[in-house]
């Protein structure tokens, strides 16, 4: 199927999943929604092809905006999102990259999806996909795990110019980042912009922002309106 | 074998571009030259064993195939999860490469032993397990874990026999006939092991591919020496009690499990020294026998 914004944000938002989380399950759905729609090079019809970009939801929890992205682009059928999570689903809580077509990577333990990420980068770069970009989507709070610092400090030292973190950045970390999540990347030499959660054409010119010597960083922030 | 780990797996990258190695500043001086004639193929992250076994996931994702190298504890006790999360959970696989083993840096102390690994991998699905006893035991290894599309941890140690044993199979090789019990002995301890049954009327077999336990092998060997088997092992003693108990269950038999202790020594010395402190000595290993089998 192919479904306009409006279409798929309903679809998020009667999966039943996540009743923990009632907020956790859509705020990630506006950039996941920009990546799919405007910048991702992703063919449903040939979801292996090899030169495919990459989008690896790292924050695996709440992901029935990113289910419901996959449905609206003809990952797999709408009917799914209506019996996430049970004994027959192939949808869990947490995504399945063997279970789920359009799925990069499975997740739900944070602080995996970042350093998978340079992997992969480094990988397309050695085996001549030079073109190929690898977006990773983490939490603000999933920041918090360490593993996220040495991928941070790696991807900058090295300049490993096709990836690109988006941060959803909700503020549910505790104890936070004083002085802001950009500065932690741009202090390690990535390239680096915030812009407000929703703000659609921000956050498309940020993702397809030129920066061709270093990684790049999307903070995209509840905090801001859009403009 | 630490050297010849590098040396043969330099040839690999150098014949095959989609095989990477992944190190974390541990042995990087042995790939200089393969990190200068293929940058793109030697990734050295730095001291982050984290980042060092999920590039390797993330690898696997690109579909290379990724070698992920560093000390035992750091690559296999430091970084479990990733281990668990970012190979067979995506998927996919990779080989994993060891050294220091059990104590191999005896005055490094506990920091640096790693006697859990191998029962930490029995814990994972489809992982398989090569412990070579002498350096010309590696590369074949090496170039079974990598031509597989299965996830392979290879532990190599200091500790070796005096000569090469074993077939590349991974089959339980005889290398003494006797009647009593069937001797499994698992890479570098079969010199000791063949010391201690020197005069002892018992099988002596060696693998040096302990995942998967060679289970048919064994059966018959045990057949053959009244279902009585002792596992003599260089890391976690016990570590294959379940998997013996499981391939004998449908007959009585006896079972003597010799490796590692579990108790923290806070002892110095050398690897030597440790060996006999475990009582994988020949000396200790014989003493354990004689006992087990009453003679």
């Given at each position: 199927?192919?479904?306009?914004?409006?279409?798929?944000?309903?679809?998020?938002?009667?999966?039943?999943?996540?009743?923990?989380?009632?907020?956790?399950?859509?705020?990630?759905?506006?950039?996941?929604?920009?990546?799919?729609d405007r910048v991702l090079r992703i063919d449903p019809a040939h979801p292996d092809d090899p030169a495919r970009d990459r989008f690896y939801l790292s924050k695996g929890h709440g992901p029935s905006a990113f289910y419901a992205v996959l449905a609206a682009k003809g990952f797999f059928p709408a009917e799914w999102l209506d019996d996430i999570a049970s004994p027959h689903s192939r949808l869990g809580s947490h995504p399945d990259a063997t279970l789920v077509p359009g799925v990069e990577i499975s997740s739900g333990s944070l602080g995996h999806g970042l350093p998978l990420a340079v992997g992969t980068a480094l990988g397309l770069r050695a085996t001549g996909f030079t073109d190929t970009r690898v977006f990773v989507l983490v939490g603000?709070?999933?920041?918090?795990?360490?593993?996220?610092?040495?991928?941070?400090?790696?991807?900058?030292?090295?300049?490993?110019?096709?990836?690109?973190?988006?941060?959803?950045?909700?503020?549910?970390?505790?104890?936070?980042?004083?002085?802001?999540?950009?500065?932690?990347?741009?202090?390690?030499?990535?390239?680096?912009?915030?812009?407000?959660?929703?703000?659609?054409?921000?956050?498309?010119?940020?993702?397809?922002?030129?920066?061709?010597?270093?990684?790049?960083?999307?903070?995209?922030?509840?905090?801001?309106?859009?403009? | 074998m630490r050297e010849a780990f590098a040396a043969r797996a330099a040839e690999l990258i150098d014949a095959d571009h989609g095989i990477a190695i992944v190190l974390a500043e541990i042995s990087a001086d042995l790939f200089q030259d393969a990190a200068?004639?293929?940058?793109?193929?030697?990734?050295?992250?730095?001291?982050?064993?984290?980042?060092?076994?999920?590039?390797?996931?993330?690898?696997?994702?690109?579909?290379?195939?990724?070698?992920?190298?560093t000390y035992a504890p750091f690559l296999v006790e430091r970084a479990f999860e990733q281990i668990k999360l970012d190979f067979g959970?995506?998927?996919?696989?990779?080989v994993l490469v060891s050294v220091?083993?059990?104590?191999?840096?005896?005055?490094?102390?506990?920091?640096?032993?790693?006697?859990?690994?191998?029962?930490?991998?029995?814990?994972?699905?489809?992982?398989?397990?090569?412990?070579?006893?002498h350096a010309a035991e590696v590369p074949p290894l090496l170039d079974r874990a990598v031509r597989s599309d299965q996830g392979a941890y290879l532990r190599l140690s200091l500790r070796h026999n005096s000569t090469r044993h074993g077939r590349n199979d991974g089959s339980l090789t005889v290398v003494k006939e006797g009647?009593?019990?069937?001797?499994?002995?698992?890479?570098?301890?079969?010199d000791n092991a063949l010391a201690a049954a020197a005069d002892l009327d018992v099988t002596v077999a060696y693998t040096n591919t302990p995942r998967p336990l060679d289970t048919a092998g064994l059966r018959d060997l045990a057949a053959r020496t009244g279902n009585t088997v002792v596992m003599v092992e260089p890391y976690l003693e016990g570590t294959s009690a379940a998997i013996v108990s499981r391939t004998l269950s449908d007959r009585p038999h006896r079972l003597l499990s010799i490796g590692v202790g579990v108790e923290e020594l806070r002892r110095y010395g050398t690897a030597a020294d440790h060996e006999r402190l475990h009582g994988l000595d020949a000396e200790g290993i014989g003493a354990r026998l004689r006992g087990f089998l009453a003679v």
């Open positions: 199927m192919t479904a306009t914004y409006e279409q798929t944000l309903e679809l998020a938002r009667r999966t039943v999943t996540d009743v923990r989380y009632p907020v956790v399950k859509t705020y990630t759905f506006d950039p996941i929604w920009v990546l799919y603000d709070a999933e920041l918090d795990e360490g593993s996220n610092h040495e991928a941070i400090q790696y991807a900058g030292a090295v300049g490993l110019a096709n990836l690109h973190v988006v941060v959803a950045d909700n503020a549910s970390g505790t104890v936070g980042w004083p002085g802001g999540i950009a500065s932690r990347f741009e202090v390690n030499g990535w390239s680096a912009a915030t812009v407000g959660l929703t703000d659609h054409d921000a956050l498309y010119r940020s993702f397809t922002e030129p920066h061709p010597d270093r990684p790049r960083v999307t903070v995209a922030s509840a905090m801001l309106g859009p403009h | 200068a004639a293929h940058p793109d193929q030697v990734i050295n992250v730095g001291i982050r064993e984290q980042l060092l076994v999920s590039v390797a996931g993330g690898l696997a994702l690109a579909e290379m195939r990724p070698i992920a190298h959970h995506q998927g996919t696989s990779g220091g083993a059990s104590y191999d840096w005896a005055e490094g102390s506990n920091t640096h032993f790693s006697p859990r690994d191998v029962a930490l991998f029995d814990t994972l699905p489809g992982w398989r397990v090569f412990v070579p006893g009647t009593r019990a069937t001797v499994v002995a698992v890479g570098p301890l079969l």
